[in-house]
């Protein structure tokens, strides 16, 4: 693990690139504030525009919702495909065009802001000599709440793909859409769920080093999520980049597929959290051992990208 631990350093994203694809920090001129490139606090926190349909809706001071309409969308993604001698776009979702009746509804409208930049916590004064030379691969599923996007799942696998963390989370916030086609998070999961945000923060303080590498899909979203700051990260998404540049991006489903030929997010439920830490960890050991082949280094070690501990069990807190 600690060759593999040292591989990766070439990888780690610098301050620049942290930035430029809007990882959270702390402001240069004042350390008590946190700020993301793009990110502009809301004018009017209480008229809002719904990521879904587009429609502008209101909510009162209490966070309760004003306009009471069902939310008419696709869920999938405007895609070119070839008919006949022509290209059409289509829905995703669908296979609609881009004139199709909404196929999806909603009971209200929802944002998908993940929340203010309040409530963070950094992880440089982090201490832990068991895991500061070691790597941890983390996925993130979450909910429309009042407010935005909120954590519901969070977790956390090794090395070895064991389950280090995983565990549903209660948002701070009244939950409007369990995003259940996406998440795989149900009404269930959440049920006599005590765990808050701030018990996830202690949780990962506790668990990890400032030196501790972490690696994601796109990783931002999953610290904004998180509300966490750290500098040793490793996204996916960006050793493995689009063809055509930032900002495509690979999903990593694609990749999955061209790669290493396993297909994920395949089930009707939604994204399994696990399933996706581990393509994640499973990905940067394909790329050790393709860069290792390469370099003809015939007497390197071979990482398995697929091997775990499947009797470890889950850290307890």
Not at 188 to 206: A, H, P, R, T
């Amino acid at each position: 693990e600690e060759t593999f631990y040292d591989y990766l350093e070439k990888f780690l994203l610098n301050d620049g690139q942290l930035w430029e694809n809007k990882y959270p920090r702390w402001n240069f001129q004042d350390s008590s504030m946190v700020e993301v490139k793009d990110f502009l606090p809301a004018i009017n926190p209480l008229r809002r525009t719904c990521c879904r349909c587009g429609k502008e809706y209101f909510m009162n001071k209490k966070r309760k919702y004003i306009t009471r309409e069902e939310c008419k969308y696709h869920w999938g993604k405007l895609r070119k495909k070839r008919e006949a001698i022509t290209w059409i776009s289509c829905y995703s979702c669908c296979q609609g065009d881009d004139s199709a009746d909404p196929c999806s509804f909603s009971r209200l409208h929802v944002c998908n802001r993940v929340g203010e930049l309040t409530d963070y916590v950094s992880t440089e004064s982090w201490k832990n000599e068991e895991t500061k030379r070691k790597v941890f691969a983390i996925d993130c599923e979450m909910c429309y709440t009042t407010q935005g996007l909120e954590l519901t799942r969070v977790t956390v696998v090794d090395f070895y793909l064991v389950q280090i963390i995983d565990l549903f989370v209660k948002p701070d916030n009244p939950i409007v859409d369990y995003n259940t086609k996406f998440s795989g998070v149900t009404k269930e999961n959440l049920k006599n769920v005590d765990y808050s945000l701030k018990d996830i923060q202690e949780i990962f303080m506790n668990l990890f080093d400032k030196d501790t590498i972490l690696m994601g899909h796109s990783l931002e979203s999953d610290l904004k999520a998180l509300k966490i700051i750290h500098r040793r990260v490793i996204d996916t998404a960006l050793v493995f980049p689009h063809r055509l540049g930032l900002p495509f991006k690979r999903a990593l489903k694609t990749l999955m597929a061209e790669l290493l030929q396993k297909i994920i997010q395949d089930g009707e439920g939604g994204h399994d959290s696990c399933e996706d830490a581990r393509s994640c960890m499973e990905l940067m050991k394909y790329k050790f051992n393709e860069d290792a082949k390469a370099a003809n280094r015939g007497s390197h070690k071979h990482i398995s990208s697929s091997s775990f501990y499947t009797k470890a069990p889950l850290m307890k807190f």
